[in-house]
Antibody, heavy 119, light 110 residues
Framework: EVQLLESGGGFVQPGGSLRLSCAAS????????MRWVRQAPGKGLEWVST???????YYADSVKGRFSISRDNAKDTVYLQMNSLRAEDTAVYYC?????????????WGQGTLVTVSS | QTVVTQEPSFSVSPGGTVTLTCGLS?????????PSWYQQTPGQAPRTLIY???TRSSGVPDRFSGSILGNKAALTITGAQADDESDYYC??????????FGGGTKLTVL
């Protein structure tokens, strides 16, 4: 059974930093891209970042230059380092397993971790 | 900037059929956008329903189906049930490992 468990969310002041983690199990982690999607309170979903199985990284324009995604294949974990946080980054952040190559969808989702950016 | 459009809300009677759509602010949705659909109830993580336009994810009942209707992607629920009352999101693949989600449709079953 695929499981994704996010952690690291919390309360941070504007301009601060936070690192989210997503521990994966139930599949061969090294074979799949991993993604982060966020949802601001009462709003819709927004793709944030992807890291490929080969560690190539991609970012939404809204976070480019401030967020950094990485993965540790030895720990089956993906990270999202968030710097220069803004109030508009307040959201539940979901980790999602990438689909098989060529299918381009979000396969499994974690339960999310809440990030609140406020002074 | 690409905007993916969805109906903000929709209602359906129990046992009825409803079709939710997913369009582009400029242009037509085709299979090359690999449209996928997700169901989300309040406080829960999204659940994958449909991918690659019309392929049901594992465990999804066959009363959920996906298609291209005209210039939009569509999610049809046939024989709606009370627990189908949720938010439904589509997402389109824009290439270069980037995706754009629609704003979501709040479906009411009453």
């Amino acid at each position: 059974e695929v499981q994704l468990l996010e952690s690291g969310g919390g309360f941070v002041q504007p301009g601060g930093s936070l690192r989210l983690s997503c521990a994966a199990s139930g599949f061969t982690f090294t074979n799949y891209a991993m993604r982060w999607v966020r949802q601001a309170p009462g709003k819709g979903l927004e793709w944030v970042s992807t890291i490929g199985s080969g560690a190539t990284t991609y970012y939404a324009d809204s976070v480019k230059g401030r967020f950094s995604i990485s993965r540790d294949n030895a720990k089956d974990t993906v990270y999202l380092q968030m710097n220069s946080l803004r109030a508009e980054d307040t959201a539940v952040y979901y980790c999602a397993k990438g689909s098989s190559p060529g299918l381009y969808y979000f396969d499994y989702w974690g339960q999310g971790t809440l990030v609140t950016v406020s002074s | 900037q690409t905007v993916v459009t969805q109906e903000p809300s929709f209602s359906v009677s129990p046992g009825g059929t409803v079709t939710l759509t997913c369009g582009l602010s400029s242009g037509s949705v085709s299979t090359t956008y690999y449209p996928s659909w997700y169901q989300q109830t309040p406080g829960q993580a999204p659940r994958t329903l449909i991918y690659s336009t019309n392929t049901r994810s594992s465990g999804v009942p066959d009363r959920f189906s996906g298609s291209i209707l005209g210039n939009k992607a569509a999610l049809t629920i046939t024989g709606a049930q009370a627990d189908d009352e949720s938010d439904y999101y589509c997402v389109l693949y824009m290439g270069s490992a980037s995706w754009v989600f629609g704003g979501g449709t709040k479906l009411t079953v009453l």
